[in-house]
């Protein structure tokens, strides 16, 4: 520090406390790339051991007609379904007294 006239300078290590070797710098950088090639490891091995399930089966109400006809196409047990469900509601409607 000293001093020329009205002005006083300070050199840089005083100002800031430390000498500016720039070793922050540099462990950010290798943190950082660290940090990525980690990620990266974990992402990779993650990829390559990964085994695809089938998916699971999903349960309908039309279940047990599904057990029932399993050679059927999906379109026939629907429509056998829906053709029952049909029949049961003509019969309840019939039985039913009108007023």
Known sequence: MH???D???IED???MGAAGTGRVRWILIIGLFLAVGLLTLIWVSGAL???ETPQAA???ANAP???MAEELDTA???????IEAADAL????????TS
């Open 76 to 82: 026939e047990v629907v429509d056998e379904a829906a």
């Open 65 to 67: 007609a599904e057990a």
């Open 49 to 51: 051991s990964y085994e």
């Open 3 to 5: 001093k020329e006239g």
């Open 13 to 15: 290590t005083d100002a």
């Open 58 to 60: 999903k349960v309908s």
């Open 90 to 97: 003509e019969a309840e409607a019939a039985t039913e007294p």
């Open 7 to 9: 002005e006083i300078h």
